[in-house]
């Protein structure tokens, strides 16, 4: 069941937030569920004017941006006129201690805003 709750504030109090949930209690989902959450953002764009996107997660790059579902139904978004802010990758260390410097599959994406907390951050 994907939730949109209409009363959030941040620290910006003009700004209107629409949450939408698509993780479980464990931070676990599918890309279905992403998907379906997108979707809804491209059909309410114009009624809720949403002008930015914030996705705070990310999923294993395993192919093209081109093919990959998530870039995919993002840059649908960007076509739409919204800007599209994605985590490109910050998967920690690995078991030996260096950093994963793998991206996720919204990091394949030129045309999103993304970024990660890489080294000192």
């Given at each position: ?5 209409e ?15 698509v993780?479980?209690?464990d931070?676990?989902?599918t890309?279905?569920?992403?998907i379906?959450?997108l979707?809804?953002?491209y059909?309410n ?6 002008k930015i ?12 941006y081109?093919?990959?579902?998530l ?8 076509d739409?006129g919204?800007?599209?802010v994605?985590?490109?990758g ?9 950093l994963?410097?793998?991206s996720?599959?919204?990091g394949?994406?030129?045309?999103l ?9």
């Amino acid at each position: 069941m994907l939730i949109v709750a209409e009363v959030a504030q941040g620290i910006a109090p003009e700004a209107k937030i629409i949450p939408l949930k698509v993780l479980n209690e464990d931070g676990v989902g599918t890309t279905a569920k992403l998907i379906q959450a997108l979707d809804w953002i491209y059909t309410n764009r114009m009624s809720k004017n949403i002008k930015i996107v914030n996705l705070s997660f990310g999923a294993a790059a395993i192919e093209s941006y081109r093919t990959d579902p998530l870039c995919r139904a993002s840059l649908r978004l960007v076509d739409a006129g919204i800007v599209v802010v994605a985590a490109a990758g910050n998967h920690g260390k690995n078991v030996d201690g260096t950093l994963n410097g793998d991206s996720t599959s919204f990091g394949n994406s030129s045309p999103l805003v993304t970024g990660d907390a890489g080294p000192g951050m």
